[in-house]
């Protein structure tokens, strides 16, 4: 008898928000329709308001999770509820500055993509922990932008949510503070423990850092606001730019090629998704009054960086380190 089953998309993005990351995730959503990326985009609404919703209709499909689990451990479950040949799971704190087809062929072929993170982390307590099996330590990836294709795609994804009541057991609750440590990075340490794993760790790909760049964004510009390209000094360009920690939207950050970014993709011309002036905060609207907006913070972080530059080096490496570790724990 035929499977009369729909076949899957070749691909498919998928997206996690609440109310709060709205902004974010209608930048994402743009940024992806203005580089020519026509696939489904599925997102996972944690908590989005009924006129956030209504404005995402028609350009995603929204899936609704009422749980209370906090948004960053679900990136599971929407693709495996709609899964496509291969699946790019990407965090609404993100901008897609060229198309990632390039990627998408790579996974198709049954790995799985993932950027490297400025730092490393491993613990071999992971695999006795999850039930992984002795782990092999490779590099530090970050679970913003992962690419899964194919059985194997499927099956780092099955085990990472497998896993998810282990790690908020362990991340949450458990007495020891040492072992709550062990997973500081939540859903991010589990999956690089997955990919540690004997069965797993043969087809993972850690891309550069630099293809998948986070604040400061040493060494990167825009190289046409046109259609967002960035590009280092070098002639190399990222595929996306990624701003974990403080959100613009949220709050007072200094500028940065990401915030000059998201208020191309909220208030630019040939936009999927409008949001209504209003709606954006003005520190990332343009025109004079955003400057004053973003003045006092961004002459703040002027006078950071020159105390950076008068600083020993490796006391600001110490430091970045420390300050990318607890940015990425609440990206």
């Known amino acids: 008898m035929a499977d009369l089953r729909p076949r899957p998309p070749a691909t498919a993005f998928y997206c996690v928000s609440d109310r709060r990351y709205f902004l974010g995730a209608v930048g994402l959503i743009n940024s992806l329709r203005l580089v020519g990326h026509s696939q489904p985009i599925y997102l996972l609404d944690c908590g989005l308001t009924e006129a956030q919703r209504e404005l995402l209709e028609g350009h995603v499909t929204l899936l609704r999770d009422q749980s209370g689990t906090p948004p960053w451990l679900l990136k599971t479950i929407a693709p495996l509820a709609h899964p496509a040949e291969v699946m790019v799971l990407?965090?609404?704190?993100?901008?897609?500055?060229?198309?990632?087809?390039?990627?998408?062929?790579?996974?198709?072929?049954?790995?799985?993509?993932?950027?490297?993170?400025?730092?490393?982390?491993?613990?071999?307590?992971?695999?006795?922990?999850?039930?992984?099996?002795?782990?092999?330590?490779?590099?530090?990836?970050?679970?913003?932008?992962?690419?899964?294709?194919?059985?194997?795609?499927?099956?780092?994804?099955?085990?990472?949510?497998?896993?998810?009541?282990?790690?908020?057991?362990?991340?949450?609750?458990?007495?020891?503070?040492?072992?709550?440590?062990?997973?500081?990075?939540?859903?991010?340490?589990?999956?690089?423990?997955?990919?540690?794993?004997?069965?797993?760790?043969?087809?993972?790909?850690?891309?550069?850092?630099?293809?998948?760049?986070?604040?400061?964004?040493?060494?990167?510009?825009?190289?046409?606001?046109?259609?967002?390209?960035?590009?280092?000094?070098?002639?190399?360009?990222?595929?996306?730019?990624?701003?974990?920690?403080?959100?613009?939207?949220?709050?007072?950050?200094?500028?940065?090629?990401?915030?000059?970014l998201l208020t191309r993709h909220l208030l630019g011309d040939g936009l999927a998704i409008r949001v209504p002036r209003g709606a954006v905060p003005r520190r990332l609207r343009p025109g004079l009054a955003g400057s004053l907006a973003r003045a006092p913070v961004d002459a703040r972080d002027r006078i950071g960086l020159l105390l950076r530059n008068r600083l020993p080096r490796g006391v600001m490496e110490r430091v970045d380190t420390a300050r990318t570790r607890r940015m990425d724990a609440g990206s």
Not at 101 to 115: H, M, P, Q, S, T
Not at 175 to 181: E, F, L, N, Q, T
Not at 218 to 243: K, M, N, T
């Open 90 to 260: 990407i965090d609404a704190d993100m901008i897609v500055t060229r198309p990632l087809d390039e990627l998408i062929e790579r996974a198709g072929e049954g790995d799985v993509l993932a950027f490297r993170t400025a730092y490393e982390r491993f613990y071999p307590e992971w695999g006795e922990l999850l039930d992984l099996g002795e782990l092999r330590p490779g590099p530090y990836v970050c679970s913003g932008l992962v690419l899964c294709g194919g059985a194997v795609g499927e099956r780092v994804l099955r085990l990472v949510e497998d896993r998810r009541e282990v790690v908020e057991a362990i991340a949450f609750d458990d007495p020891d503070p040492a072992k709550r440590g062990i997973f500081f990075g939540l859903d991010q340490d589990v999956l690089n423990a997955v990919l540690a794993s004997p069965t797993e760790r043969a087809r993972s790909v850690a891309l550069d850092y630099r293809l998948a760049p986070t604040p400061p964004y040493e060494g990167l510009r825009i190289a046409s606001a046109a259609d967002s390209r960035c590009a280092y000094g070098d002639g190399g360009e990222p595929y996306v730019v990624h701003h974990h920690g403080p959100k613009p939207w949220l709050g007072p950050v200094p500028s940065s090629v990401y915030s000059r």
